[in-house]
């Protein structure tokens, strides 16, 4: 039996060690925190079930997490829920999930007030977006920022506003950093699925269902053991070193980041070409959330986005970095009790909302600070908030590094911007026989979760193909 080593326990470290023992594969899997999940880690409190994060599936059924859990035979339920809330300012639509219909469409621009006389060149970039099929359309695209490609299409600054929130939303950085080809590639595959969903008993069901189908295959997870060493010898690797002792393997596959696996093989193992190419690689920007458990329902929208009007994605970012604190955040926010009720106790709900920061908010009175403002602006957004909070939770990116592991806080995880997306992104396989990349940062491609899934699957094929079970 060939064994491996899986490193971590977030969606792509479960989903590909889930593949990998049902193959018939012998899998230890090595997490470092107490609980698993990584970044879509849960905790209870006061009898709520929580999500860490602040997640959604944006293609639900349709998309890798969908695909991956009926591959693997998980015991996973994606729930739908529609309408979605846009507030603009001080207005708001109700939209379907399938938001690039024609009537959501008119619906948007009249919200986000595009102008009538820019409608055309809006709708050829939709149809630009719908017209991505598969990867092999996009190579046009790589090494292009979004904001680019957007600008090509039209002027209209309000569209832009729009369109750079919903890409903030998909990769936690800017348009003007995100890639074009990326872009493409995650908005039409979510606006044409149209089916957004949230798990049934939270998201970290996700990655908790994806273990089962590992320990039912044989396979055996350890938490709070981390990996202290990735052990190579002669440019091959031979097992990893833990608290515990050396455990051998044929293959390690590790979802500690590109940066964080190449430290823990030794950087002598890598050439210097690809040691400097690691060090220019850049994350995602980070994020603060609130999360609030309430005594009434505050919304019947799962998923709510708020934009302030006039809103500059740039221009809020570089007052972070610069220390200012910026009073009216564009906001992420979901209601995962509207999808699954028994994640409360009876009559009781959780809203959880969620600002992009960037990884200079470390210092932890300017989170603070940021956190506030986010509180403010919710119990506006939401009035029940004042008179109906049973807790309150803020997070900064402190709490980022330890779900996941990595010291920025990042949200997402190697950033999908322009300058290292398409042939400039990382291979999974590392350049040391038997070691392989999952997760986020290599080997897949989409939102988040989404990415880390289509990651665990297409990494399982290179393994399947290199070092047959
Ligand atoms: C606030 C917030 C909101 C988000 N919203 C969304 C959303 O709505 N939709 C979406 O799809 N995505 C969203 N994301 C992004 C998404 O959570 C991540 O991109 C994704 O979960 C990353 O998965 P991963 O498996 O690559 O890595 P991670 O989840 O980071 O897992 C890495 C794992 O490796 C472990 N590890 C690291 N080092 C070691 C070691 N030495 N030994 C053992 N274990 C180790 C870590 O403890 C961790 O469990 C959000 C993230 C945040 C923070």
Excluded at 29 to 38: A, K, M, Q, S
Excluded at 216 to 232: A, C, D, N, Q, Y
Excluded at 358 to 373: I, T
Aim: proline letters at 7%; aromatic letters at 8%; charged letters at 25%.
């Amino acid at each position: 039996m060939t064994s491996v080593v899986v490193i971590g326990t977030g969606v792509g470290g479960s989903g590909i060690a889930g593949l990998l023992a049902g193959a018939g594969y012998r899998v230890t899997v090595f997490e470092r925190n107490e609980f698993p999940g990584g970044k879509t880690s849960m905790y209870e409190r006061d009898g709520f079930r929580v999500d860490m994060s602040v997640h959604v599936s944006p293609r639900g059924e349709k998309g890798p997490i969908g695909v991956l859990a009926r591959r693997l035979g998980a015991d996973l339920e994606l729930r739908m829920r529609e309408p979605w809330r846009l507030i603009v300012g001080d207005r708001h639509r109700d939209l379907p999930l399938a938001f690039t219909r024609p009537a959501a469409l008119v619906k948007i621009a009249l919200l986000i007030g595009a102008k009538p006389y820019n409608a055309v060149g809006a709708l050829r970039l939709f149809r630009r977006v719908l017209s991505i099929k598969d990867q092999s359309d996009l190579a046009p695209y790589f090494g292009m920022p979004a904001s680019e490609l957007i600008g090509s299409y039209t002027k209209d600054p309000n569209l832009y506003i729009f369109l750079n929130i919903m890409g903030g939303l998909m990769f936690v950085i800017p348009a003007s950093e995100a890639s074009a080809a990326e872009f493409l590639w995650a908005m039409s595959n979510w606006a044409r699925d149209a089916t957004t969903a949230y798990p049934k008993g939270g998201y970290g069901r996700i990655p908790e269902s994806f273990l089962e189908v590992c320990e039912r295959s044989g396979g055996e997870v350890r938490l709070s053991e981390p990996v202290e060493r990735i052990v190579v010898e002669n440019g091959s690797v031979r097992g990893v070193e833990t608290a515990t002792g050396f455990q051998p393997a044929d293959v390690v596959v590790s979802s500690a980041g590109i940066r964080r696996t190449v430290e823990l093989a030794g950087r002598g193992n890598f050439d210097d070409g690809f040691l400097e190419r690691v060090e220019t690689l850049k994350d995602s920007d980070g994020a603060v959330t609130v999360k609030f458990a309430l005594d009434v329902k505050p919304t019947d929208n799962l998923i709510t986005v708020y934009v302030p009007r006039g809103f500059d994605y740039e221009d809020y970012r570089g007052r972070l970095e610069a220390g200012d604190i910026p009073q009216d955040p564009a906001l992420y926010i979901v209601s995962p009790t509207v999808a699954d009720p028994a994640l409360a106790p009876p009559g009781k709900h959780l809203l959880l909302a969620c600002a992009a920061v960037p990884p200079s908010l470390v210092h932890a009175e300017a989170a603070r600070k940021m956190s506030e403002v986010v509180a403010r602006r919710m119990s506006e957004l939401f009035p029940a908030i004042t008179d109906h909070t049973i807790w309150q939770h803020g997070t900064s990116l402190e709490f980022i590094s330890m779900m996941g592991g990595r010291g920025a806080g990042e949200a997402i995880g190697l950033a999908q911007r322009y300058d290292q997306d398409g042939p400039d992104r990382p291979d999974p396989r590392l350049p040391v026989e038997g070691l392989y990349a999952v997760g986020v940062d290599a080997g897949g491609m989409g939102i988040g979760t989404e990415r880390a899934a289509d990651s665990a699957m297409n990494v399982f094929e290179l393994i399947a193909s290199d070092f047959p079970a």
